[in-house]
């Protein structure tokens, strides 16, 4: 028993704050100062807006990033946590009272921005701000709790500019205001609720701290105002919980419906020489549809896989499999010219008819690389997976900058969405169309934009 209590106290030693913690008047001051949106903090907060929706127009991560580190916005949030675990309502009042201030001009700001921008696309990085999910919750407790710490530390390191990217404020806020300027009310809710989830749980996980570091509390005079303001907090903790519950109710089974294709695929359709490079459910139809590049698969195979769909929790489904091989043209031309030339004898018998072939060539050279017969393939594939797909355009791109020595090509697959379609394509759907375009035509580098 007491090597226990020895081992424990010594486990104990390692996790105490005794020691580290600055003074609490000090941290009281830290925060008030982080509080107001007055003079330089509000052009901060301006530019660090405008910065986040550039990142976002120009699908920029490190601009993004750029953005979030200078943000002043997480002041007013733990201004909020702390006023709440110390009851110090004028604290409260006055943080309450800066975030909603900062949370306004932002949203102006960024409307703005989007509005004048003469581009209205919607990248991978904005639509990754429009679907909140559990993970965001807890990213946000974290945050928030590694934030207080910070603020309570002696030594604070660079822990508050890690958080201020791992809550990520800056960008659902931005996007917001796309939604704004779009007249999204897709875009602007997801991204708000995602943007109220993190100031939600990051004042939370605030209060946790403030009430685990025990900071001194305030003395309420007046009792009855103090009930109140717990009662309105404990409601919108709660009316934020409900929603993020049932989000993640629907992540689990998403997840487990997603694995189960996964293992699916893995396990029934490997076979030597045969890939499936993407695939769609229509849960509505129960239609599993799957896309394979290489050797074609035999009916029979396909009715294997088919009958053991049940076994990955997929029973009731039909099993879609598309498939197709691109027929080498320049091969078979090669070969044909490698033929007509076995010999000196032949080839300078048949040089003229050379000529026309390699003249045919080049012609068929520059079909190719107008992609205009894959071009009507793909598309009619892509939307047997993502029918809200209207128009799909394939070229080859060049790109130089002020150093024209170096010129970079790709291909750029344009996207056009149907505009009565409400569904919108996740960044995750921009990734598998990427490496579905790059499989299917042999590129190296394929960049997808959706207008």
Not at 241 to 264: K, L, Q, W
Not at 266 to 279: A, C, D, M, V, W
Request: charged letters at 20%.
């Amino acid at each position: 028993m007491a090597e226990d209590i020895t081992i424990w106290s010594e486990i104990k030693k390692y996790f105490s704050m005794k020691g580290f913690l600055t003074d609490k008047n000090d941290v009281t001051r830290r925060i008030n100062d982080g509080i107001t949106f007055k003079g330089p903090n509000l052009w901060v907060l301006v530019f660090a807006i405008l910065i986040a929706s550039l990142g976002l127009n120009m699908n920029s991560t490190a601009v993004i990033i750029g953005a979030m580190l200078i943000s002043p916005l997480m002041g007013p949030i733990i201004g909020m946590g702390f006023g709440v675990g110390t009851n110090d309502l004028d604290l409260l009042k006055k943080s309450f009272k800066n975030y909603a201030v900062a949370t306004i001009i932002s949203l102006l700001t960024a409307s703005l921005y989007f509005l004048l921008t003469p581009y209205k696309g919607a990248q991978s990085e904005l639509l990754a701000r429009t679907s909140p999910t559990l993970y965001d919750v807890l990213i946000a407790l974290c945050g928030g709790a590694a934030g207080v710490v910070a603020l309570g530390a002696k030594d604070r390191g660079n822990i508050i500019p890690g958080v201020a990217i791992a809550t990520a404020l800056m960008p659902p806020l931005c996007t917001a205001g796309f939604g704004i300027a779009s007249l999204s009310v897709k875009y602007f809710l997801g991204a708000f609720f995602l943007y109220f989830i993190n100031s939600v749980f990051i004042a939370l996980a605030t209060f946790i701290g403030v009430r685990a570091m025990k900071f001194r509390k305030k003395e309420v005079l007046d009792e009855k105002a103090y009930k109140k303001v717990r009662f309105y907090i404990t409601v919108i903790v709660i009316a934020t919980m409900v929603p993020a519950a049932i989000m993640t109710v629907n992540i689990i089974r998403e997840s487990i419906f997603h694995t189960g294709v996964d293992y699916f695929i893995r396990n029934e359709l490997k076979y030597p020489g045969t890939q499936i490079i993407t695939h769609n459910a229509d849960r509505e139809n129960k239609v599993l549809t799957l896309a394979a590049v290489g050797r074609e698969l035999s009916e029979s195979q396909i009715n294997d896989a088919a009958s053991k769909l049940a076994k990955y929790g997929l029973d009731g489904y039909q099993l879609n499999l598309i498939q197709g091989s691109i027929s080498d043209s320049l091969l078979s031309l090669k070969g044909t010219i490698s033929s007509m030339v076995s010999s000196k004898e032949e080839l300078n018998a048949t040089i003229s008819h050379q000529n026309i072939e390699i003249s045919d060539l080049r012609d068929q050279l520059s079909y190719f690389t107008r992609y205009e017969f894959l071009t009507k393939q793909i598309v009619k594939e892509l939307q047997s997976f993502y029918p809200n797909i209207e128009l799909f355009s394939l070229s080859e791109s060049i790109e130089s900058g002020k150093d024209t020595n170096c010129i970079n090509k790709f291909l750029s697959a344009i996207i056009t969405l149907n505009p009565d379609s409400k569904s919108v394509l996740s960044k995750d759907d921009l990734l598998k169309i990427s490496d579905y375009v790059k499989n299917r035509v042999s590129a190296d580098s394929v960049v997808v934009i959706v207008r």
